[in-house]
């Protein structure tokens, strides 16, 4: 079992919908969570950050999270054709080591259509 | 502006040839790292550091070299020794492990 799971996708959903993104991990003590989009051929950038149980939101973003199921969803509201992306899962997790490490899920690809 | 610049933005590697990619943040984050992403495939970690002075190996440290002289700064050596290093190298940092990790834009690997 890989430590954080994500749907690879594509995940299509017509303009104006709800999409629906999830991601489960392994860790019972994680901590931090994190959401990212990336668009091809650029760099991942930070949407939504997330660190207890429940929902936080940011304009048409809203994550979800439940510690006691290990996952943490994230939501659009009114999807636009500029949402289509991959999105990744980031999820602090304890290694070997006891240290913490940001370990990625491998992203779902997201397209909204017009 | 704060942020994250990696140069150059393309780089080209001659068969035996060792090339430096560099990494330069002024967010004062204590954390950087190195990551190399595949087409297709996610993000694999090469190499961290957490401090000046001190770095560790990620998952696929195998022929790179890094160095972590000045706080700003996190220089990733691709050598010869790495048979496959056509690839995207993304750059990030963060102000600790349990923090978010901000990326630069990227230098693009190919082999001549």
């Known amino acids: 079992q890989k430590e954080v799971e994500q749907n690879s996708g594509p995940l299509s959903v017509p303009e104006g919908a709800i999409a629906s993104l999830n991601c489960t991990y392994s860790d019972r003590v994680s901590q931090s969570f994190f959401w990212y989009r990336q668009y091809s051929g650029k760099s991942p950038e930070l949407i939504m950050s997330?660190?207890s149980n429940g929902d936080k939101e940011d304009g048409r973003f809203t994550a979800q999270l439940n510690k006691a199921s290990q996952y943490v969803s994230l939501l659009i509201r009114d999807s636009q054709p500029s949402d289509s992306a991959t999105y990744l899962c980031?999820?602090?997790?304890?290694?070997?080591?006891?240290?913490?490490?940001?370990?990625w899920g491998l992203g779902t690809s997201l397209a909204v259509n017009p | 502006d704060g942020g994250i610049t990696q140069s150059p933005k393309y780089l080209f590697r001659k068969e035996g040839q060792n090339v430096t990619l560099s990494c330069e943040q002024n967010l004062n984050h204590d954390a950087m790292y190195w990551y190399r992403q595949d087409p297709g495939q996610g993000l694999r970690l090469i190499y961290y550091?957490?401090?000046?002075?001190?770095?560790q190996k990620g998952d696929i440290a195998e022929g790179y070299s890094v160095s972590r002289e000045k706080k700003e700064s996190f220089p990733l050596t691709v050598t010869s020794a790495q048979k496959n290093p056509t690839a995207f190298y993304l750059c990030?940092?963060?102000?600790?492990?349990?923090?978010?990790?901000?990326f630069g834009d990227g230098t693009r690997l190919s082999i001549l």
């Open positions: 990030a940092s963060s102000i600790n492990e349990a923090q978010p990790q901000h």
């Open positions: 550091s957490q401090i000046v002075n001190d770095f």
């Open positions: 997330i660190y």
């Open positions: 980031a999820v602090s997790l304890l290694n070997a080591g006891n240290n913490r490490k940001l370990i």
